[in-house]
């Protein structure tokens, strides 16, 4: 099965996805950027690698 695995992802020149990949972290953004929605959004947002890009959320302040 793993070896199954290995040869999908060497076929398709995929790489596994690292552990950090799937989590959000708070990020300032310096230069707007597009955000999920499609808006720009500028100053801290949460930020997350998708194994192709940068996924930005808005971010709204702790309470």
Do not use: C
């Not at 989590?23 to 930020?47: A, D, E, K, Y």
């Amino acid at each position: 099965m793993f070896a199954e695995t290995q040869n999908h992802l060497r076929i398709l020149k995929l790489k596994p996805r690292a552990g950090w990949t799937a989590v959000w972290h708070l990020w300032t953004v310096l230069i707007p950027r597009r955000s999920i929605t499609g808006r720009l959004v500028r100053g801290q947002v949460w930020r997350r690698h998708d194994g192709r890009r940068w996924i930005y959320k808005k971010f709204t302040a702790y309470r």
